[in-house]
């Protein structure tokens, strides 16, 4: 906010423009047309049929039945709750015989790892040799890159709105050049 004040020129762009009362005086939000039926349209096109079902109630079972081939799991809906999120990536590791990327209490990016828990940068992982978890906190902002063709699980809830929907699904950040979301 004070550099802003010093700078007689600003540009930038952001997918949460629903703060924009919170940005500095000197920035003009302005939305780009068409980005929502856009996402919307992306999403029809590559995952009209991807919307699983589960049987399962708890968030222990959803877990379980989690779907393998999966490389990203977007909490949205806020079904795992019930574990803080390194417990989640526990579980997760044990399922997908990987290291879990997550943000810890910290709000730092760290992954679960068969050695314990290392900051991000230090684990040195390939993108197609780990699974990320993001929990509903961070389904909005985070930038944690995956694999060109990795496909994505967003839960979804029965309260959200269409803007979380939309940000979630772009946490993947290759949504339109041939990454997948499954609901």
Do not use: C
């Not at 589960?54 to 968030?59: E, L, N, Q, T």
């Not at 828990?117 to 961070?138: G, M, S, W």
Request: without cysteine; proline residues 2%; hydrophobic residues 40%.
């Amino acid at each position: 906010m004070t550099l802003a004040s010093f700078l007689n020129r600003i540009s930038g762009f952001t997918g949460t423009l629903y703060n924009a009362s919170s940005m500095h005086r000197k920035i003009k939000a302005e939305a780009t047309l068409g980005t929502d039926t856009y996402t919307i349209s992306l999403l029809w096109q590559n995952s009209f049929n991807a919307v699983i079902q589960p049987a399962g109630k708890s968030a222990e079972e959803l877990r379980d039945e989690l779907p393998l081939e999966t490389d990203m799991v977007i909490d949205a809906g806020g079904y795992f709750k019930d574990l803080d999120n390194e417990a989640n990536a526990q579980k997760l590791f044990l399922r997908y015989k990987k290291p879990v990327v997550y943000f810890d209490k910290k709000g730092s990016l760290v992954v679960y790892t068969e050695k314990g828990i290392l900051p991000f940068d230090e684990a040195k992982l390939k993108k197609q040799d780990r699974l990320t978890f993001l929990d509903q906190v961070y389904t909005t902002g985070s930038n944690v890159l995956q694999q060109e063709d990795a496909i994505g699980i967003l839960t979804v809830g029965s309260e959200m709105m269409l803007r979380d929907l939309l940000q979630s699904s772009w946490r993947l950040r290759g949504l339109d050049k041939g990454q997948k979301i499954r609901f």
